[in-house]
């Protein structure tokens, strides 16, 4: 259990991972991709990232177990300023190696993991046709695939636990005369 201003919120923990789940929580509104991202920071957490088959494979098993599966959820996944998917808890792109994405009309065509379609990386972070319409990526009932939807939709969402990188960086002296 965490807790926040005196709210107890309840979590899971999935493969060592602890997750909030909004649908497990009462007081937990359904919120749009931006919001859901406040929320889970001003928890302590972040937006889920599924970066493995594993991961992704045990949270799905979980919220149909849990009869969640008629809920859609969004994770930190979006293409928001760039012509790729990326992880906004991670900033890694989706992995090509396994493909969670629903099958569907709004999809036929699009290869959400294509990273080579602009191989300018100083491009690709200014390409302004990937908006907010279809930039977030949530898990869509029934099947708990991933799909791309409007940024603004309202939807519950999956927060977890957040990682703690260790960076050794080199640490140059600077005497308050140097600025």
């Given amino acids: 259990m965490l807790l926040n201003r005196g709210q107890r919120i309840t979590t899971i923990q999935l493969d060592g991972v ?13 919120l749009n991709y931006f919001l859901a991202y406040q929320y889970c920071r001003s928890l302590g ?26 809920y859609n ?5 979006n293409r928001l ?8 808890s991670t900033g890694l792109p989706f992995n090509a190696t396994f493909d969670y994405f629903e099958k569907s009309p ?8 294509d990273h080579n379609s602009n191989t300018s990386p100083q491009r690709t972070a200014r390409d302004s046709s990937s908006g907010l319409q279809k930039g977030c990526v949530h898990l869509k009932a029934p099947s708990l695939r ?3 939807e409007d940024c603004s939709a309202v939807k519950d969402f999956i927060c977890e ?14 005497s308050s005369a140097q600025g």
């Avoid at 602890?18 to 359904?30: G, L």
């Avoid at 959820?73 to 996944?77: H, I, L, V, Y």
């Avoid at 300023?81 to 906004?88: D, E, H, S």
């Avoid at 709004?106 to 993991?113: A, K």
């Fill in 146 to 148: 991933w799909a791309p």
């Fill in 81 to 88: 300023g760039t012509g790729m998917f990326l992880w906004m």
């Fill in 106 to 113: 709004e999809t036929v065509g699009m290869d959400p993991l």
């Fill in 45 to 70: 957490l972040q937006l889920a990232s599924f970066e493995t088959k594993e991961k992704v494979e045990s949270m799905t098993e979980y919220l149909q177990n849990a009869g969640y599966g008629k």
């Fill in 18 to 30: 602890q997750y909030f789940i909004s649908r497990m929580n009462p007081y937990s509104p359904e």
């Fill in 161 to 174: 636990q957040t990682r703690c990188y260790y960076y050794n960086y080199g640490s140059i002296p600077v």
């Fill in 73 to 77: 959820f969004w994770t930190s996944g």
